[in-house]
């Protein structure tokens, strides 16, 4: 069971996560991840970027306030008064380190990938103690790890890190295992591992999905539920449209198309240790326990053979266009554009060609803009000539409609652009899998919600 962000917000929500835990540690061997409190996670990162700047007194006052913050969820979560003494000790004794690392960063006016690893770690750190106090509380017998505790090894990608599945499916077994027999309940933090250095790491944002997955394969779990502030996936972020619908069965390839065009409702690499394993998954919430929530299966039963399923908007994106006459005709030119990004960490989400070989168009994280643009000019522009223009775009979001009926279905994608033109929506690029289950495009973010909404109501994806 992963317990996200919203899940584990407050006192009185870890209250509610250890009554959950309770209720099916009774029928079933539970085996909990946690993700940092709600925003934690944002704000590290943010006072990390801030110590950079040499801001000691800022470092300050933020560790004064995270430490006050999670005291504070330590009273309304936990009822026995040593217990939270003890949970209070362990939460200073982190936030002082904290304390240190940030210090540190301001002193030295650097922020390394892998000293922001070790910064962001801290949330779910954090944490974890607290669910674990909760849990302890309702006289169940439960222990405290880390990913890296727990033997979740990863390659040294820092910030977007991946585990070394063999290594860490052993180390994880050996670890768990025997404490899973003797009716232990371990409380895992989310999104963070090491590499085999031992250095901390972590598996990407929103990155607890995957711990709970790769936790699930490893100990060949039954099920993986994931628990959140939502009822399940939904045919569009309900944030947008109120009147969103749930999906109460996916398969995992539905799902990962959702998820990897980052609907949020789940990391991207999320299901691919548990589809590999047959692993069926759960998204349910935490709020509403009667509803049953979202299934991911191989092959759902109940399909709803509607077309379009569900349409998502990928916020945080920018689009990069290389154009070169240069490229035209030359066999290998798209690889050294993508071998330079790939050689720099930076992931493609979506590529859009044209015929004329002249353009290639890309879509990236946003964060990446700059390495992307810079290293592209160093080694394509000035030494190699074979770009003669790199631009960027970065107000733009991207739209994914998606279902597994769309394959094969004449005139989607012209009634889904006509859904755009009818709003005077501008279309920057477009890129449609050979899977079918996926229509992409991108669109100035002013205009992404107007034309989710559009799509959500002409596909009457709120109607069964
Ligand atoms: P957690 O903290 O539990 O990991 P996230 O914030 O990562 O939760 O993801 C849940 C959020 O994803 C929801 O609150 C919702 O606003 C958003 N979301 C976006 N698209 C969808 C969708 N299609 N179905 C459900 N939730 C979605
Ligand atoms: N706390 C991490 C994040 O905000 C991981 C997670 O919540 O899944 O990205
Ligand atoms: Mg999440």
Known sequence: MKFGGTSVGTGENIRQVSGIVSQYSKEYRVTVVVS????????????????????EKLVKNFTGELLQKHKEAVVSAIVSDPLQKEVNQIIEKIVAELEKVLTGICYVG??????????????????????????QDRNLETQCFTGKEVGIVTDSNFGEADPLMNFTMHLVHEKLCPLLEKGVIPVVTGFIAANQDGVVTTVGRGG??????????????????IWTDVDGIMTTDPKIVSTAKLLPQLSYQEAAEMAIFGAKAMHPRALGPVSKENIPVRIRNSFHQENQGTLITKEPVADTKKI??????????AMLNVNGAAMVGAPGSYAKVFEVLGRNNINVMMISTAASEA?????????????????????????????????????????????????????????????????????????????????????????GTEVVRAIHEEFSLSKA
């Open 110 to 135: 650097e922020l390394t990938a892998k000293s922001k690893d070790y910064v962001v770690s801290f949330g779910e750190r954090l944490s974890a103690p607290i669910v674990w106090g909760a849990i």
């Open 359 to 447: 353009n290639i168009s890309m879509i990236i994280k946003r964060g990446m803009l700059s390495r992307a643009i810079s290293n592209l000019e160093i080694a394509l522009l000035e030494k190699e000539g074979l770009v003669n223009e790199i631009t960027a775009e970065d107000d733009v979001v991207v739209i994914a409609v998606m279902g597994a009926h769309m394959k094969g279905t004449l005139g989607l994608a012209s009634k889904i652009f006509d859904i755009a033109a009818k709003k005077g929506i501008n279309i920057r690029m477009i890129a449609q899998s050979s899977s079918e289950l996926n229509i992409s495009f991108v669109v100035k973010e002013k205009d």
């Open 308 to 317: 379009v399923k569900a349409v998502a908007i990928i916020k945080d994106v």
């Open 208 to 225: 607890s999905d995957y711990t709970a997955t790769i936790l699930g394969v490893a100990l060949k779990a039954d099920e993986v539920w």
């Open 36 to 55: 940092a409190l709600a925003g934690v996670t944002n704000k590290l990162l943010e006072v990390a970027c801030q110590a950079k700047k040499g801001d």
